[in-house]
């Protein structure tokens, strides 16, 4: 390495010392930091006492972890595919040139800026059985069947029913998804122009120039709003929190990991045993994640490649 080569790895270096200090204490410090207490009996309030893998033999045995982790799963199987669809589904919608364009962008993107806890609160009153605005707007057509073909059916109690408690929650997720729809508009954006105008030529429908244009284009796009969403949905904690009350949902429904861990370290004070959780947490987004970027190779198309 030259004098000159040595003098440019400094400047950069010193250029990249902030972010390098930064990721040290609040990313690797932390990570290193967690293995080691899941290791532990740790109580935040006395030493750490280590015990080796006891903590990950209990949750081997721990019900309510079972019972979260398949919450989990459950929420993730089905809000990350309807997320992407909705999201996707939109941007296509809104890429379109028609008037006010603008107004409707906007419309779908706002939700997306408002706080967690405050979208929590809202669909808590729209959810609501009795008073909530999406019951209110479903009976009245459910009413005309039951009327018509002598049935009884009545919309849920959406977060009182186990049964329904996690699509509430999954509604809830899906009305801000502005982000993820603003990100897909940028995709688009960059499908070049001659390849529809020459499938316009050739006579392709709107569906073939989708399957056979648009989707291939756009799918690192897609790809990323897929690993975000991903990880996201794993993380799902402040809405059920703030809907349930800091509970757990009518028969734990919607007891997810993140509120397990949080119950635990901040609840019960059993801090070594939240760790252990959130180990687990972290490899199951870790494998999913490098599982689906090894899917993706065949799937995902990068120009120039």
């Not at 045995?61 to 929420?75: G, K, Q, S």
Request: charged letters at 10%; glycine letters at 8%.
């Amino acid at each position: 390495m030259t004098g000159q080569e040595r003098h440019n790895l400094r400047v950069g270096l010193l250029f990249i010392s902030p972010w390098i200090v930064g990721f040290l204490v609040l990313c690797a410090y932390p990570l290193v930091s967690s293995v080691y207490f899941s290791l532990c009996d740790y109580s935040v309030l006395s030493p750490a006492v280590f015990i080796g893998a006891q903590n990950y033999r209990d949750l081997a045995a721990d019900e309510v972890f079972w019972t979260a982790l398949y919450n989990t799963f459950f929420f993730a199987a089905l809000a990350i595919p309807l997320g992407l669809l909705v999201s996707l589904s939109l941007a296509v919608l809104l890429n379109f040139e028609a008037r006010g364009r603008g107004f409707f962008r906007t419309v779908f993107f706002l939700p997306s800026l408002v706080p967690m806890v405050c979208l929590a609160v809202l669909w808590q009153w729209m959810l609501n059985g009795e008073l909530g605005l999406v019951n209110s707007t479903i009976n009245p057509v459910l009413d005309v069947f039951n009327h018509a073909l002598g049935t009884h059916w009545q919309a849920p109690n959406w977060l009182a029913e186990a049964r329904y408690a996690k699509w509430g929650i999954i509604f809830t997720v899906l009305w801000g998804v502005g982000n993820a729809v603003v990100i897909f508009l940028a995709g688009l954006q960059d499908v070049p122009r001659h390849l529809y105008e020459s499938a316009d030529i050739d006579g392709a429908s709107f569906w073939q120039k989708t399957l056979h244009i648009t989707l291939p284009v756009i799918s690192p796009v897609i790809y990323f709003n897929m690993i975000m969403g991903l990880i996201g949905s794993f993380q799902v904690f402040a809405v059920p929190y703030v809907m349930t009350g800091g509970g757990d949902g009518p028969g734990r429904s919607l007891l997810f990991l993140a509120t397990y861990l949080y119950q635990n370290a901040f609840d019960y004070w059993n801090m070594g045993y939240a760790c252990a959780i959130g180990v687990i947490l972290f490899a199951i987004i870790l494998l999913l994640t490098l599982f689906a970027t090894k899917l993706s190779e065949r799937h995902v198309y990068y120009a120039g490649k």
